[in-house]
């Protein structure tokens, strides 16, 4: 019994849990028809053309920016467990490594980046 | 690692009547019981958490709160489990049906993934991988794409601005949970959850690594409440811009599963930080006391993990209720100007601090387990 | 160096402001409640006497009002909710006399602006504080006011009102 | 105000100058322009405030009635005047460039009455659909219901406004689109948590930032000036308190002040007093409850119900003195409808220290939070110019640095008999509106407590004919309501019904400005600044 087949168990309680409830609902629930029911809700007035259109990209550089920083993290986790055993010279590597990661946090910052457009 | 999931039904001694009774069924039996234990305690927690929220909000604003179904309002979430399996399941046009159907099974499959990986009490965890941080962090991630895809699919604008801020914002404070976490991995030397509870049994992590500790755990408190989308950092549902946010189109069960997955997802935050920083479900042990260790064990561990997490919850649940919603600036600013780099040199300082063997289990080295 | 302190200055006195915000509501927590446990409290609710619920015609023990359907709220209400309807008949003395019949009082229309009481010539009507008007249909909300067989005080009775004060009497037609 | 006689007519020869109560000008259509431009620079006096656009149909003519004011002194006031005689198709020249708040005023003179404004950018009519047939505010609009049916579908909203342009070549009808074609456009009310009521807001964004608002408005237009017409004086009366409901009582007394002024009818000095506790009880109210809004507008849930706790113990003690919680229904023609109750002083001085209590925690709990003062500091900026040219009085001109408090420029009932501060803050932003309101609770609070003491035994009200009829004329009454300057015109023919009614409601200057303010800003500080400015709906949709 390893950890896998737990992990496949939670997964499909997790999944029957939704499966179920929806199941439940749809036997217990009225359905009635209304023409207006199955407009979006924009306070009341029907809606100007599409809402799927480009967006900002003012979201999309933070994405870019967690990349930066997330891929970082999968570096630092393993690193993180034996630092003990590492020592001086585990800092020293380490150090380094943030310290780029956070120049580029600090050039981003500079040119604008974090504020919001 | 194999687990000990089994060793409640070892004490009742129904293991053994399972092995031999049911031979090679009893390892599926087994598995089901599991899967029938976690469906009960995340419905039950949930419901808990309603109740709980609502009376403590109504506390805190002069108000009563439920008092209406049972004493005190006690069966108030029964009554709001059965309304909502009665409400009616709208169907929207022009939605896209396929990802507007699946966005609630992100959302509850998510939280229930890391819900699994929570030690409640002493070998009460369901899935105890050895890179447990690593799995938490990646799985409750996946909640995230729920909410983007129920922004999307739903052909509403304000969902739209909701998921796309949701977007933004978790990806941000995904960084700093991470991050934090990361910081007692380099104190703890583990990830497992399991392993991190046995070297708190006589100093908690956040004494363990004092100052940076500390930050750590003020930086997991605040990001991971970022995380959950609740208030002050509710910017993706933000009531009074968005009117619902994400799941506005969402009705009936389908809202449900959101509103389900929000007060798991406080939780489960509550809850790692409770294991990760304070001991998780170890009693209070203090060295040489060893009248009181034995004491202190005779309260189950389940009702020290819940304790603690309640205290967590509280806190959650007093800041979301005084303070005012950021805005998506503000909320970003705060982490990628304020928590992040704060972050990175609390990291280093809490290197430094192991190396050159600063942490209280390193200077009083009869507080180790 | 400036920038620096500025932005340590900026974290320390940000984080003092949000826990003077929580210290607020953790007070709040202990604070007695205000909700109002209607209809529990319904003994002890205190509706103040000048509340405009129900406009009435108030009735003694014989059964007499003290309207003369004269018409005067009537033609004072702004949006037509009071209908008096007058009959004419004949009394002992062989006179014609104007009274009422019925007096009827939309309770759906009325936007209880006190004119009909304050202009009424003969004091026969006044707004209760029976606050509790929930029907389920609007046409119940359609009332008649004067009782079944009622008639017309014959002589006034010096009864002191409770409200309004002021005289006002004459104010409107 | 000679010198003022001599610069008109030397501007406009052709003036028709009277010197009535206030100082009017008659002047044909095509020099108006050109006066109210002149007045508006004139630097000793300048009179850059628009008070009140009132659109008239006099029977044959119809007409605007502009009333001129002031910045540097609100109790300067100059009434202009201008007829038209085409009732077909009946064209006056805008001064939107002169001042903005004329903007709405004007579309909404198209839309009551008709009169269309060459050169004002978008002629559409406010409050009313562009299908509407007729124009309610004239004497012979056609009020049968089978012209207006009530439709039940969903109406797309179209973008494109008309107007008519002054060029070379004469007058161009032509048409604008409010919207680029590929603006995200977003609807923020009317069914919105936080427009405060059935406003329309609909707003291109651009990401999280508002490109341009463009307001629509009527949703709840009862016509009130329009029903006021057939009713007497003292049943209009009741329609005050519902137009900004908030000020129920000091709309109330405004109208009731501008019939006493006309009738000449004295009021009783207890019923001063109790008009003046009143009003200002009032005004804390309305403050509160602005106070509760905006907090919940920026997300703090537990401070509105704070903020409404509060305001519950003024609620309780109007419901003690007349019988009314929001529609107070207190004041009438000749004084007030009801005495004080007989612990009414006693509830009062509790209150005072009360409320000052609270007011130090509101600053604990919000004035001073970091999240909130990032949402306030620096968003929603409004220059004293702009606050003036859209007429955005009350707290939220005060705000921008401009002393337009009515009751210390033109006091009336027992304002110049009380010390009181105006607040004026210079900062212009939403903060600084937010902090006004505090501060103007202190400043009621003050003004009570030197009131509350020395209310003289007497009268409540003065006997009144039994039909008040207003002698003929044009009567105007302005006062200091919650949000704004309240203002009343009465045109009397002498019978027993207003033949003109008008109400400038401070709510539409408010939210005249909301485009301007808004834009650039967050779509989240969008809603914190409705909050800042604190108006109501009803008061626009009169």
Known sequence: ?117 | MLLEFSQPLEYTGLANWFDTTLGSWSLPVKLILVAVALLAAYAIIAMILIYVERKITAFFQARIGPNRVGKYGILQSVADVIKILLKEIIHINNVDKFLFFAAPFFMVVASMLTFGAIPFGKALQAVDFNIGVLYVTAVSSLGIIGVLLAGWSSNNKYSMIGAMRSGAQFVSYELSAGFALMTIVVLTGTMSFSEMIAKQEFCWNIFNGHISSIIAFVIYLISGHAETNRGPFDLPEAESELTAGYHTEYSGLQFGFFYLAEYLNMFIIASIATTVFLGGWMPIQIHGFDGFNQVMWYIPSYAWFFGKTGVLIFLSLWVRWSFPRLRIDQLLNLEWKYLLPINLVNILVMVILVIAGLTLTDLFPILAS | MNSILKYFNGLFTGIKSLLIGMSVTWKELWTKKVTQQYPENRATLVISDRFRCELTIPHDENNEHACTACGICQMNCPNGTINVLSAMIETEDGKKKKILDTYTWDLGMCTFCNLCVITCPSDAIKFNNQYENAVFTRSKMIQKLNHKGSKLREKKKEQPLKFPEGGLKDQVL | MENIKKLILNVVPGAVIENKKIFTVTVEPNKLHLLAKTLRDYAAIPFDFLVKLIGMDSGGKLGVIYMLSSSTDVSKEIVLKTWTEDRENPLLYSVTDLFETAHFNEREIYALLGIRFINNPDMRRFFLNADWVGFPLRKDYDANPELNPLSLDSKEIVDIAPRIMETENGLVEETVNIFEADDYIINIGPQHPSTHGVMHFRTALDGEIVKKIDVHSGYIHRGIEKLSENLTYPQILHFTDRLDYLSANINRHGLCMCVEKAAEIEVPERAQYIRTIMDELNRIDSHLLAWSAMTNDLGATTAFIYGMREREIILQMFDKICGGRLIINHNVIGGVMFDIYYDFQKDVKALIPYMREKLVEYDRFFSHNVIALGRMIGIGMMSKEDAISYAVTGPAGRASGWSCDLRKHQPYSLYDKVEFKEIIRNEGDAYARYLNRLDEIEESLHIIEQLIDNIPEGEICTKTKAIIKLPEGEYFQRIEATKGEFGVYIESRGEKTPYRLKFRSPSMALVSAMPLICKGEKISDFIGIGGSMDYVIPDIDR
């Not at chain 1, 023409?35 to 809402?51: A, D, F, V, W």
């Not at chain 1, 259109?53 to 393993?78: H, T």
């Open chain 1, 1 to 117: 019994m390893s950890s896998l087949s737990l992990f496949l168990v939670v997964l499909i309680t997790g999944l029957v849990l939704v499966i179920a409830g929806l199941g439940i609902a749809i036997l217990l629930a009225p359905t009635s028809f209304n023409l207006q029911k199955g407009e979006p809700y924009e306070c009341g007035i029907p809606t100007h053309g599409t809402s799927w259109m480009q967006f900002k990209v003012g979201y999309y550089l933070y994405a870019i920016l967690y990349l930066m920083f997330d891929v970082e993290a999968i570096f630092l986790f393993p690193w993180a467990t034996i630092v003990r055993d590492l020592g001086v010279q585990g800092l020293y590597s380490i150090v380094f490594f943030i310290v780029i990661l956070g120049l580029g946090l600090a050039y981003a910052w500079k040119k604008g980046v974090l504020k919001w457009m």
